[in-house]
């Protein structure tokens, strides 16, 4: 018999697990590390959730502000996968067709982050210590061309057209300066600030070439130990306009 004045509820929020796989369906997370990602959250934040049998509800804002996706759909399976689409918003009786092909939202090409974007210009002298580049602005990248360590520029120069363009916005891996003949690396130079060069490996292999792209710039060489204190990282991509 039940006490006056409570109320016993009729439906029970579906267990963890039926959620969790809607969650990964809809967004293509095969892992939780890939979801904890999609979610901006600690993958221990999921393990947390998984324990407790309990979808916090913060994951269905997120996933409704990112993606469109229907709360009640992903609690109860009810309605449509997404009430918003590219278009705008989904109406209720729409064809769940509509809503298909918007699962590869998830994917890290189609996440996007803001960087900032850093002047290559600064005053740079070999017995002084390197200095900080100058803000230039803010881009807009897709997800996984960001990762520790990388910096973003903006080529300053023509010595590297037509490979790279003027203008052009470079990431510049700063963990990776284990260098490697013939790729293109980012270092600093006296009177200029950062560079561009590919670098090779010397016929007596004592030393570095770096050479320009284009034929109207000189070849110059340095020691491995000033390479070493000039070296910034390897070029790993660039945004241009052809």
Known sequence: ?????????????????????????????????????????????????????????????????????????????????????????????????????????GDTLARGVVASVYHMRCDYCDDQQRPSLELAGKISLPHSFMKDGLSVMRMRGTNMIPTVMSDAHLGVDTMDRDVISGRVYALFAPNEGVILRRIFLNSSQDGYVLRSDSTDFPETTLTPDLLSKRLVGRVVWILQEL
Do not use: C
């Open 1 to 105: 018999m039940t006490r006056p004045g409570r109320v016993t509820e009729s439906k029970t929020m579906p267990a963890f697990a039926e959620i969790y796989e809607r969650i990964k369906l809809a967004t293509n997370s095969r892992t939780q590390v890939e979801l904890a990602e999609v979610l901006d959250i600690r993958q221990s934040s999921i393990s947390d959730a998984k324990r407790r049998n309990s979808v916090p509800g913060d994951w269905f804002m997120k996933l409704f502000e990112k993606f469109g996706l229907n709360p009640d759909w992903l609690k109860q399976g009810i309605g449509p996968m997404y009430l918003r689409t590219e278009q705008g918003y989904t109406p209720q009786d729409a064809p769940a067709s509509l809503a298909e092909n918007a699962a590869h939202y």
